[in-house]
């Protein structure tokens, strides 16, 4: 039960880290010349 | 299956709500991506586009009272030290700021102006008027690419949400440039849907399912993107030399030294520009009908709005070199039209400085140091027209 407890901890901060990661990077507030076209929220609603 | 749900599921949930939260949390945001503050405030003295810079975007029009705007294309990229923004402010108390560079004509002066419409009361603007603009392929007004280096997607927005003739007009020129923008954002997609939708009851009808999935939308990215964090604008220092100018013989001055300039050919044209263009080569202008000219139409809404607006507002009608352009006179109608639509100011005084002739005697080749670009005597002509009509030498 203990190990399984650690485990979702390890994952949530693990999962979050990796989501913050990929926020970071695509944002469409990351002025990095990169990230212009990119996909990013931007690009997403540009669909429409 | 209990211990994938704990294990694996759950912590994907709550990374996705935590990932959220963060997302959606301005003041995170500001702290992950720090807006970039321009160091140098001088530099904005000149900047060639806005190209969606919130600093300077958010300069435009700010200060009227110590700042006048000078508004062009080509000829304010020239590094000359006589282009007022540089020579005025260095020599009077007030800031002179230059914006523009090639392409940057009358449909994208209109936009930045409309966007900014609540600041042009009494704002001192000076247009730079191309004749070029108004014949051949200029005549069809600004291109798309110019038109997005000047107008940001906050100043779209800003379009979007006025009412009355000149967002119409607006709408119905953005309208027209659609189907050269690649990937629109909604805030394009919205002007031009908006005005597809004004030409009758059924263009509205049809339309209106789209608007409004496209106003949801944008409520949506309204709410997600932070609002522009505010930054503080130090004001500029105004370093003035206390000396007052001779204008005659600064004009005179450069006047010897631009034509000392001149001595491998009778057209008044720089000696190394002639030797790299012009080779004893002469040019033509290519003639636009009046119902067919966009740029001019735009020109006469550009003149209307700060007309509208009570902007302190000046013209300069540059020249073209006839000794070049051997056949200006039909070039000269448009000129005229351009005029026309200039009334004089309250005060009786004419609103614009015109250098176009179309007749080889009646031009100065001082004037210009190519075929169409003010030379140094040109300038200081310039900068004597604005400190007189704004006042500057009291």
């Known amino acids: 039960m203990k190990k399984t407890f650690i485990k979702t901890v390890l994952n949530i901060v693990l999962y979050t880290a990796i989501g913050v990661m990929i926020y970071f990077l695509y944002s469409p507030l990351n002025p990095h010349p990169n990230n212009k076209t990119s996909s990013s929220i931007t690009f997403v609603y540009q669909q429409f | 299956m209990k211990h994938f749900l704990i294990a694996y599921f759950l912590p994907c949930i709550c990374a996705v709500f935590i990932v959220y939260l963060i997302a959606?949390?301005?003041?995170?945001?500001?702290?992950?991506?720090?807006?970039?503050?321009?160091?140098?405030?001088?530099?904005?003295?000149?900047?060639?586009n806005f190209n969606s810079n919130a600093w300077n975007e958010e300069q435009f029009l700010n200060d009227n009272k110590n700042t006048i705007w000078i508004l062009g294309s080509s000829e304010l990229s020239s590094p000359s030290e006589a282009l007022p923004f540089r020579f005025l402010t260095k020599h009077f108390p007030v800031?002179?700021?230059?914006?523009?560079?090639?392409?940057?004509?009358?449909?994208?002066?209109?936009?930045?102006?409309?966007?900014?419409?609540?600041?042009?009361?009494d704002a001192r603007i000076v247009i730079m008027v191309a004749p070029s603009w108004f014949e051949s392929k200029s005549?069809?007004?600004?291109?798309?690419?110019?038109?997005?280096?000047?107008?940001?997607m906050h100043w779209q927005k800003k379009i979007l949400e006025k009412e009355g003739e000149f967002a119409d007009y607006a709408k119905k020129r953005i309208a027209s440039l659609y189907s050269e923008l690649n990937s629109p954002g909604l805030e394009l997609k919205l002007l031009n849907f908006e005005h597809q939708a004004s030409k009758s009851l059924f263009h509205k009808a049809i339309y209106a399912p789209v608007i409004a999935t496209d106003r949801a939308l944008f409520t949506q990215k309204e709410n997600l993107l932070p609002p522009r964090t505010p930054m503080f604008y130090p004001d500029m220092s105004l370093v003035v030399t206390p000396d007052s100018i001779n204008w005659n013989r600064l004009i005179s001055q450069s006047k010897s030294k631009v034509l000392s300039m001149s001595t491998n050919n009778s057209m008044g044209i720089n000696d190394e520009y002639y030797n790299e263009h012009i080779r004893g080569n002469t040019g033509s202008v290519s003639s636009v009908q009046e119902k067919y000219n966009q740029e001019l139409e735009d020109f006469a809404m550009l003149v209307s709005l700060l007309r509208t607006k009570k902007a302190d507002v000046s013209y300069i009608i540059a020249p073209l070199n006839p000794y070049y352009y051997t056949d200006l006179e039909e070039l000269s109608p448009t000129v005229e039209k351009i005029k026309d639509i200039l009334d004089p100011d309250d005060e009786g005084r004419p609103s614009y400085l015109s250098f176009f002739v179309s007749d080889t005697s009646a031009y100065s080749?001082?004037?210009?140091t190519d075929v169409m670009h003010f030379s140094d005597h040109g300038w200081y002509n310039i900068d004597q027209f604005i400190a007189l009509k704004y006042n500057l030498d009291k």
């Open chain 2, 95 to 121: 800031k002179v700021k230059g914006i523009g560079h090639a392409g940057n004509q009358c449909f994208s002066i209109y936009c930045q102006l409309l966007a900014n419409e609540d600041r042009l009361q």
């Open chain 2, 365 to 368: 080749k001082a004037i210009l």
């Open chain 2, 24 to 48: 959606t949390n301005p003041s995170v945001n500001t702290k992950m991506f720090p807006e970039q503050k321009q160091e140098n405030f001088d530099t904005y003295n000149y900047i060639p």
């Open chain 2, 139 to 152: 005549a069809e007004g600004t291109s798309s690419a110019v038109f997005l280096e000047y107008s940001s």
